[in-house]
């Protein structure tokens, strides 16, 4: 229900304010007396296209403002909350035109659209202007009306939802037809990447292993030359840090016997001799399993090249690559069981329908 109307600077007006009350309002006036003004002052508002003509001479803007009780209005609400609108049961509508033209519109002084604007207009005010077309010539009106009319917004509601699942049914398997289509068309594709990475096989974390073992492969030398020199100073030399240590037990196993003080440092020197040896040990049994293989490290070399030729095709690490070989591998599943799929929806399609139709049925039954 429209409960106030106020027009600044438009057209004639320079201020204006009116309260309508519930029931019948009439504004009565000879020709010329400005009624017209008011309905088209009030067309804008609720919706209706404008230029910068209305603006009032002398003024900068044209603003007209209406508030409107919607507390049983259900569909302007849903449709302001739908837009992000605070909802209220006194709407207070916006309309600003400058003398450019530029149109600003208002919804409880949150910005909208002119559409969105119209929207709420149409579901808040049926105006009937002499020449304006009129809602109840418009069909959707007649259905809007009989079915409010017969309390039938439940069988609405059921009909909706039902002709709402009909088309994302139908919409999902078109959609799957095209989807068919492409991955038919890179099917040949992907079976040929498949079988170029599947010769390969390349394994998780395969290329750290490679690479590790490709750099003691290239150091073998140095390695065993290094672990010799450790040998040579641990144990083997007349002055090896095994010798000294030796010594040095000795020395402090003397000193012990005058002082018991020198047990401790002695027991400690005699554990370090201990360490020493189990080092050279294992520098030892490192030395003897040193390998000089020229074929193995070229084999390496040539599996880690061609794993990086993959990798630079198909993804930026191993993980990459094994996940891309998955999802191929999926898409040429799909496309060799699609038709299977898209039956299973079309059976989806026909027990959908056969409820829509039933609703439609039932709808159409109250309606007659």
């Given amino acids: 229900m429209l409960k106030t109307l106020y027009i600044k600077n ?10 309508f009350g ?46 409107l009780d919607a507390s049983n209005n259900k569909r302007v609400e849903e449709l302001v909350k739908t837009n992000e609108i605070d909802f209220s049961d006194e709407m207070i509508l916006r309309r600003e035109i400058s003398l450019k033209g530029q149109s600003r519109c208002f919804i409880n002084d949150t910005p909208t659209t002119l559409a969105t604007l ?19 010539l418009r069909i959707e009106t007649h259905l809007r009306l009989l079915d409010e009319y017969g309390g039938l917004g439940g069988l609405v509601e059921e009909f909706q939802k039902r002709h709402c699942e009909f088309k994302e049914t139908r919409l999902q398997i078109e959609a799957l037809r095209k989807k068919e289509q492409v991955l038919q068309e890179k099917k040949h594709l992907y079976e040929f990447q498949i079988r170029e990475i599947d010769a390969l096989a390349p394994q998780p974390n395969e290329e750290d292993l490679l690479e590790s073992e490709q750099t003691i492969l290239e150091n073998a030398e140095k390695l065993f030359s290094a672990t010799n020199d450790l040998h040579e100073i641990l144990y083997a030399a007349d002055d090896s840090v095994h010798n000294r240590l030796v010594a040095a037990r000795n020395l402090l196993e003397d000193l012990a016997r005058i002082d018991k003080i020198f047990s401790e440092p002695a027991s400690d020197a005699y554990s370090a001799q201990a360490l020493v040896d189990e080092i050279n040990k294992f520098v030892q049994r490192y030395n003897s399993r040193i390998d000089f293989n020229s074929e193995r490290l070229e084999e390496l070399r040539e599996r880690l090249s061609a794993l990086n030729t993959l990798r630079k095709k198909y993804g930026r690490s191993t993980e ?46 109250k309606r007659s």
């Fill in 320 to 365: 990459e690559l094994l996940a891309y070989r998955q999802k191929i591998g999926e898409e040429v599943q799909l496309a060799d069981n699609f038709e299977e799929e898209i039956q299973k929806w079309e059976q989806r399609l026909q027990a959908v329908q056969s409820d829509l139709s039933k609703s439609a049925q039932r709808l159409s039954e």
């Fill in 10 to 19: 438009f057209a004639l007006i320079e201020e204006l304010s009116i309260e």
């Fill in 22 to 67: 519930s029931g019948l309002n009439i504004i009565t006036g000879e020709t010329g007396a400005g009624k017209s003004i008011l309905i088209g002052a009030l067309s804008l508002v609720l919706g209706e296209r404008a230029n910068s003509e209305v603006v009032r001479k002398g003024a900068e803007k044209a603003i007209i403002e209406v508030t």
């Fill in 118 to 136: 119209k929207e709420v207009g149409d579901l808040s005010i049926d105006l009937h202007g002499q020449h304006d077309h009129q809602s109840l």
